[in-house]
T-cell receptor
Framework: DTEVTQTPKHLVMGMTNKKSLKCEQHMGHRAMYWYKQKAKKPPELMFVYSYEKLSINESVPSRFSPECPNSSLLNLHLHALQPEDSALYLC?????????????FGPGTRLTVT | AQSVTQLDSQVPVFEEAPVELRCNYSSSVSVYLFWYVQYPNQGLQLLLKYLSGSTLVKGINGFEAEFNKSQTSFHLRKPSVHISDTAEYFCVWTSYDKVIFGPGTSLSVIP
């Protein structure tokens, strides 16, 4: 199984809502990533978890809160978002957080903030 | 700072014609290079990777890429494209703990 799953596929939320994005992999990977992708742009790295510990936070605003409950699951908690946060949110995983390891991407969650 | 350049933002090509998508990187330290493809409304999928060894790398769907250290390039090629190759292509440079995406090249295959 080389699949990374993400739920939901689409999410519309108001600026005062609280919601969560979920990502799951069963490949035994020990590194998991959150990316934000705007239209016609490359993905931008947000967070990296390595062995269930947050190892990289690319200066992401605190209205985005990641969580890694176990080695297979990654959540992204959303609160008080802004319309400019509307984007495709991609989750990825790799065997380890090392440069030579390829990443496996999920299909993404299309987020719209109204 | 490290960077990845993809010189062509859009490449239109007729079906069954060859194509080359260009990628140049700025760092010679710990070079790991990847090409990913993103089909419309989907996540990214690995096409091929260069870690070390042979400079000609073969990937999925008939794609190949050549690593050229002197020119700091990693161009992607396919001898004959299909309609289904229409997608966004990203060249990615990584080091031990950094991931740098190129801006992407949009390949449009014309019937």
């Amino acid at each position: 199984d080389t699949e990374v799953t993400q739920t939901p596929k689409h999410l519309v939320m108001g600026m005062t809502n609280k919601k969560s994005l979920k990502c799951e992999q069963h490949m035994g990977h020990r590194a998991m990533y959150w990316y934000k992708q705007k239209a016609k742009k490359p993905p931008e790295l947000m967070f990296v978890y390595s062995y269930e510990k947050l190892s990289i936070n690319e200066s992401v605003p605190s209205r985005f809160s990641p969580e890694c409950p176990n080695s297979s699951l990654l959540n992204l908690h959303l609160h008080a978002l802004q319309p400019e946060d509307s984007a495709l949110y991609l989750c990825a995983s790799s065997q380890e957080h090392r440069g030579q390891r390829e990443q496996y991407f999920g299909p993404g969650t299309r987020l719209t903030v109204t | 700072a490290q960077s990845v350049t993809q010189l062509d933002s859009q490449v239109p090509v007729f079906e069954e014609a060859p194509v080359e998508l260009r990628c140049n990187y700025s760092s010679s330290v710990s070079v790991y290079l990847f090409w990913y493809v993103q089909y419309p409304n989907q996540g990214l999928q690995l096409l091929l990777k260069y870690l070390s060894g042979s400079t000609l790398v073969k990937g999925i769907n008939g794609f190949e890429a050549e690593f050229n250290k002197s020119q700091t390039s990693f161009h992607l090629r396919k001898p004959s494209v299909h309609i289904s190759d229409t997608a966004e292509y990203f060249c990615v440079w990584t080091s031990y703990d950094k991931v740098i995406f190129g801006p992407g090249t949009s390949l449009s295959v014309i019937p």
